[in-house]
Nanobody
Framework: QVQLVESGGASVPAGGSVRLSCAAS?????????VAWFRHAPGKEREGVAA????????FYEDSVDGRFTISQDNAKNTVYLQIHSLEPDDTAMYYC?????????????????WGQGTQVAVSS
């Protein structure tokens, strides 16, 4: 049972930046193959944002997000990051990380088994 803990969320003005962290623990022999970031805004469905294969470092971004988002990892710390620049009010959401055995196209939430509890990003106008 892998444990995931997100951190780094904050309330920031539009145009600011955040870097979210997803720390993994409680797995025995190997890291998860795929770690993805999702967001859930009020009144909207949970949607995938970006994903990374932790073994190769290959990254994937959903069509709904633009170049303001960057996913990265530090394997020595068992941590995956999501950096967001030039924040917009529509970026306001709870941000979650989750793991799967692969990174499926479209990042459907149902394909991911283990989830963190989320970290809040609130962007004011």
């Amino acid at each position: 049972q892998v444990q995931l803990v997100e951190s780094g969320g904050a309330s920031v003005p539009a145009g600011g930046s955040v870097r979210l962290s997803c720390a993994a623990s409680d797995y025995t022999y190997s890291s998860p193959y795929c770690v993805a970031w999702f967001r859930h805004a009020p009144g909207k469905e949970r949607e995938g944002v970006a994903a990374i294969y932790t073994i190769t470092g290959s990254t994937f971004y959903e069509d709904s997000v633009d170049g303001r988002f960057t996913i990265s990892q530090d394997n020595a710390k068992n941590t995956v990051y999501l950096q967001i620049h030039s924040l917009e009010p529509d970026d306001t959401a709870m941000y979650y990380c989750a793991t799967s055995d692969w990174c499926p196209p479209g990042l459907p939430p149902g394909a991911f088994l283990y989830w963190g509890q989320g970290t809040q990003v609130a962007v004011s106008s």
